[in-house]
């Protein structure tokens, strides 16, 4: 198992500390502050385009493995 870094463990304690439902706009701005301390503040909008493209990508891609899987 791969040893966590402290800034991993720092995040893992703060997503235990979430509350089991959020609003979104509650939930919006946890993001954003998320990404914020990340990657600064000045990027958050670059960096959640750059997620946003990345993660349509892999649902993207998980859609046509199941398509595949699916035919066989």
């Known amino acids: 198992m791969t ?4 800034r991993q ?3 893992i304690a703060l997503i235990r500390q979430l509350p089991d ?3 979104q706009e509650e939930f919006e701005a946890l993001i954003c502050s ?3 301390w990340y990657v600064g503040e000045k990027d958050v909008p670059a960096f959640l385009m750059y997620m946003s493209v990345k993660v349509s990508n892999i649902f993207q891609r998980i859609i046509e493995q199941a398509e595949k899987e699916t035919k066989h």
Request: hydrophobic share 45%; aromatic share 0%; charged share 40%.
């Open 21 to 23: 439902e959020m609003e």
């Open 9 to 11: 463990k720092r995040i």
């Open 3 to 6: 040893k966590l870094t402290a």
């Open 34 to 36: 998320l990404v914020s």
